[in-house]
Nanobody, 117 residues
């Protein structure tokens, strides 16, 4: 069974940093692209960052220069380093595995990130 377990959420002040981790089990991690999504109350879910199996990354414009996605295939883990956090970054963050060229198929449980003013 494929499982994604997230950790690292919490409460920080504006300008602070957090690192989210997502550890994947039950599948061959290294062949899949991975993504981090977030959803804030009253807003649609958005893709924040993604990383391919080859290590290529993409970011939403709102987080470019502040967030960094990375992966450690030896640990079956994908990370989201979040720096210079803003209150508008407050959301539940989800990691997800990309099936291939199509949709994401497995999701983490979500991690609450709250950024205070």
């Amino acid at each position: 069974q494929v499982q994604l377990v997230e950790s690292g959420g919490g409460l920080v002040q504006a300008g602070g940093s957090l690192r989210l981790s997502c550890t994947v089990s039950g599948t061959i991690f290294s062949i899949n692209a991975m993504g981090w999504f977030r959803q804030a109350p009253g807003k649609q879910r958005e893709l924040v960052a993604s990383i391919t199996s080859g290590g290529n990354t993409n970011y939403a414009d709102s987080v470019k220069g502040r967030f960094s996605i990375s992966r450690d295939n030896a640990k079956n883990t994908v990370y989201l380093q979040m720096n210079s956090l803003k209150p508008e970054d407050t959301a539940v963050y989800y990691c997800a595995r990309k099936r291939g060229p199509g949709d994401y198929d497995y999701w983490g449980q979500g991690a609450q990130v709250t950024v205070s003013s």
